[in-house]
């Protein structure tokens, strides 16, 4: 049984504790850390999000062993795990800490602001006796596993065209709005679109070069659409917002166009995943029983059981994946295509 910490019980957080009851055979939350009084006690009613467990509500926590200070925890001789789900801005801070007091480490993603930051949390990975993953839960999603398989094997012919979206209101869930501050989320880019990066190094590997315009809200970014380049007979596009008005909510989904059928998934629709095939018929693949939260956390798990480091999702591609959403920022700025 792995004892668990959790720093952090807003919408991430609670969706990540939901996980851990499901797996309860394997790993137990022991402790739990967030600043705010009522939070720590399980009274998450108040806490919102866009997807999953979208709306919290009041939890019993039993015996598990409140902290108000992060630091506190990661003393704590029960706590063998440590799940991060802060602030963007607090990650590097948390997970070196961590990986020094000896933990295992799961922090959601991105791994941090910038590419020194990574860096530096990727230097105490590489000297630290746990394990560490970033949570990129979209490459455990099970339409997203699929689409990964399908490119892989070649089972509808070549991939000749690909468009990622993840679009999105407003989020205004936040505590005291910290999403919405560039400074400690790193804006839409690298909370929201940062999935898509992750995601498409994961698809088809780093690209020659990235093209993308962006459009501002009070100087930050809160849309940007960008252009992948690999190669003269695919097309990449990837689109990630979160500037719709509220009645929008959360969308994500994929086109793929093979050259013997297209695949699409839409969450906002509720339909299944669809292959569309070159005969005119249809086909609804069956997909596993669990979401990306639940599979990635099972997964980091079966890491540790084993004695192994990620390689589904491993520290150096989530640095990639910051720095390919830079690197669009960078092209939007200049207004010229980045050389990756």
């Given at each position: 049984m792995i004892g668990v910490g959790l720093i952090g019980a807003g919408f991430i957080g609670r969706n990540h504790f939901n996980?851990?009851?499901?797996?309860?055979?394997?790993?137990?939350?022991?402790?739990?850390?967030?600043?705010?009084p009522q939070r720590r006690a399980g009274d998450w009613s108040g806490?919102?999000?866009?997807?999953?467990?979208?709306?919290?509500t009041k939890r019993d926590l039993g015996d598990i062993k409140p902290y108000a200070e992060w630091r506190d925890l990661l003393a704590d001789p029960k706590v063998q795990m440590v799940d991060i789900c802060v602030p963007t801005y607090l990650h590097p801070e948390m997970s070196i800490a961590a990986l020094d007091a000896g933990k295992h480490v799961l922090c959601e993603k991105p791994m941090a602001l910038t590419v020194e930051a990574c860096d530096k949390v990727l230097s105490a990975a590489a000297k630290a006796k746990g394990r560490f993953m970033i949570a990129q839960c979209i490459r455990f999603w099970p339409e997203c596993v699929y689409?990964?398989?399908?490119?892989d094997d070649k089972r509808f012919g070549k991939l000749k065209a690909l468009s990622l979206r993840r679009q999105a209101s407003t989020p205004?869930?936040?505590?005291?709005?910290?999403?919405?501050?560039?400074k400690l989320s790193g804006g839409a880019i690298l909370d929201l679109h940062v999935h898509d990066t992750d995601w498409a190094l994961h698809l088809l590997g780093t690209p020659q070069t990235i093209t993308a315009q962006v459009s501002k809200r009070n100087g930050s970014p809160d849309r940007v659409h960008s252009l992948w380049y690999y190669r003269p007979d695919l097309v990449l596009q990837i689109e990630g917002f979160w500037d719709m008005p509220s009645a929008f909510g959360f969308n994500m989904g994929f086109t793929a166009r093979f050259e013997k059928a297209a695949v699409m998934f839409e969450l906002s629709n509720g339909k299944p995943l669809t292959v569309f095939k070159e005969d005119g018929s249809t086909e609804t693949p069956t997909m596993g029983p669990n979401d990306g939260y639940?599979?990635?956390?099972?997964?980091f798990l079966g890491c540790i059981e084993r004695g192994a480091g990620p390689n589904v999702s491993t520290p150096g591609e989530s640095r990639e994946a910051v720095r390919m959403a830079l690197l669009e920022k960078e092209s939007a700025k200049t207004g010229q295509s980045a050389r990756v």
């Open positions: 996980q851990y009851e499901k797996l309860g055979q394997r790993a137990k939350v022991v402790a739990l850390c967030d600043k705010e806490v919102g999000g866009n997807i999953g467990d979208a709306q919290g689409l990964k398989q399908a490119i205004t869930y936040s505590l005291n709005d910290w999403i919405l501050d560039p639940f599979n990635e956390i099972d997964y």
